[in-house]
């Protein structure tokens, strides 16, 4: 037997750093899980353009379509602001999700207990909320053509197309289906079929899945303005929301901000299954590459640790040991371990990245 393969594209800015924490937790599963990955490494964003000119380099990519997952740190940096749009380093990450179709983007907003009282929201919005957003990922209005800039008359005109097919309506629908199976059972999708053609459509084939293939789940429609109030309103009614690739970036960063911190929020993209079974699959944390922090130890490595977390559930079918180590994130909160995006002023000496890490490791450690 072959261990599974791990390519890691920690990328720009705090990237890197937090990498470096989830390191340590894949060699504790080697050490004492028996859990050994083959682990490469690759450049991936400006980190890549500084070598090779692009963002995401042919040979990366077919890495990437090779490897049972991918673990991305972040992307993007103001060294890169003024670089054609062709090569910038979102690029990078638009190209990996693409090429690999990943099209189910799963982005969990967990309130965990003990930062309940750093959300904008009053803790009894938020204690105990634990929403699924599904969001597409390689559809809408991000690759949709015509695009561009260009002139008409004596101005200019930019230009972008939201364009959805039938199937990859379907297909992404399928996916919050079944992760409603595994959780409350209910989905809620979201889509703006007041005003758009295509949000018709996204109604119309989510309703059609819903009643041919998954008439036990608990289906709801929702115009996605109306999504946004009542996420921030009463956010614990939803389970699981589906919608496109633009209303989910939206959605989903004013659901990370319930939970109190973007550093804690992990997040995975998955595709279609490979000949071995699992689906393709890139694993990312939902922060960016914070350049104003990148470098000084302060970064919360905790996203990027929960996302190897989701690739042990959804990539290697060890749901026991992802559940270790969200049980070990969510005891070193509980004890007080605090990068100094949560903590609030007055609280002391925060944590820094690296010992963050290390204290995820002793409670991974005590939790044999
Ligand atoms: C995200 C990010 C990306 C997106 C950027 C970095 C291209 O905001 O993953 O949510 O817009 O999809
Ligand atoms: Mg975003």
């Known amino acids: 037997m072959t261990n599974p393969s791990l390519l890691i594209l920690a990328g720009d800015g705090i990237g890197p750093e937090v990498m470096t924490e989830v390191r340590k937790v894949i060699a504790w599963l080697g050490d004492k899980r028996d859990l050994t990955f083959d682990v490469t490494e690759d450049l991936v964003g400006g980190a890549a353009y500084d070598v090779h000119g692009t963002p995401l380099a042919d040979e990366t990519l077919e890495k990437a379509q090779a490897a049972d997952a991918v673990l991305l740190g972040a992307v993007g940096g103001p060294k890169y602001d003024t670089l054609d749009f062709s090569v910038k380093p979102e690029?990078?990450?638009?190209?990996?999700?693409?090429?690999m179709d990943l099209f189910a983007n799963l982005r969990p907003a967990q309130c965990f207990d003990a930062l309940a009282d750093f959300s904008s929201l009053k803790r009894d919005v938020v204690a105990g909320l634990d929403v699924m957003i599904v969001r597409e990922l390689t559809s809408g209005i991000y690759f949709g053509e015509p695009r561009g800039i260009t002139t008409e008359g004596n101005e200019r005109v930019g230009i972008n197309t939201q364009r959805y097919t039938e199937s990859e309506i379907d297909r992404v629908a399928r996916s919050a289906f079944e992760l409603a199976r595994r959780r409350d059972n209910k989905v809620c999708s979201m889509e703006k079929a007041n005003v758009m053609e295509s949000g018709i459509l996204?109604?119309?084939?989510v309703q059609e899945v819903h009643d041919k293939d998954y008439p036990d789940v608990e289906l709801s429609h929702m115009y996605a303005d109306a999504g946004a109030m009542q996420l921030v309103r009463a956010p614990k009614q939803f389970d699981v929301i589906v919608t496109d690739n633009l209303f989910g970036d939206l959605l989903s960063d004013a659901a990370a901000m319930l939970t109190g911190s973007l550093g804690m929020l992990p997040s995975a993209s998955l595709g279609a299954p490979m000949e071995n079974g699992r689906p393709k699959a890139l694993y990312e944390p939902v922060h960016g590459s914070a350049p104003d922090i990148a470098g000084e130890g302060k970064a919360n490595?905790?996203?990027?640790?929960l996302s190897l977390a989701m690739a042990l559930r959804y990539s290697f079918d060890e749901g026991d040991e992802a559940t270790r180590i969200e049980?070990?994130?969510?005891?070193v909160l509980a004890d007080g371990v605090r990068t100094a995006d949560l903590m609030q002023s007055g609280d002391g000496t925060p944590a820094t990245t690296s010992e963050m890490g290390d204290a995820v490791i002793a409670a991974l450690e005590a939790s044999l």
Do not use: M, S
């Open 91 to 99: 690029r990078g990450l638009l190209k990996l999700r693409k090429e």
């Open 202 to 205: 996204w109604r119309e084939v």
């Open 301 to 305: 490595p905790c996203a990027c640790i």
């Open 327 to 331: 049980t070990a994130v969510e005891k």
